[in-house]
């Protein structure tokens, strides 16, 4: 079984920017896919970025040019930058490892 912890969200102003963190743990050499999504207030969860199995990066087209996702595998880390955000990207944003899902972290962006 993998776990996974997220960090890094929290309250940011409109132009600016966020770094998440996932961290996972467990049954890593697992994984086939792992990246991030989110879902706002009211809205289904949606992809944002991810690995997938063959290590090429998919992006959602709402974010493009603005997040990059990258992963350190030494750390078993996959980290999110997010620049130039915009209110709109105000949502929980979660990590997935295949099926796992970790907890969520917060991202506010005001105007």
């Known amino acids: 079984q993998v776990q996974l912890v997220e960090s890094g969200g929290g309250l940011v102003q409109a132009g600016g920017s966020l770094r998440l963190s996932c961290v996972a743990s467990g049954r890593i050499f697992s994984i086939n896919l792992m990246g991030w999504y989110r879902q706002a207030p009211g809205k289904q969860r949606e992809l944002v970025a991810v690995?997938?199995?063959?290590?090429?990066?998919h992006y959602a087209d709402f974010v493009k040019g603005r997040f990059t996702i990258s992963r350190d595998n030494a750390k078993n880390t996959v980290d999110l930058q997010m620049n130039s955000l915009t209110p709109e990207d105000t949502a929980d944003y979660y990590c997935?490892?295949?099926?796992?899902w970790g907890q969520g972290t917060q991202v506010t962006v005001s105007s």
């Open positions: 690995f997938t199995s063959g290590g090429s990066t």
């Open positions: 997935r490892a295949d099926n796992v």
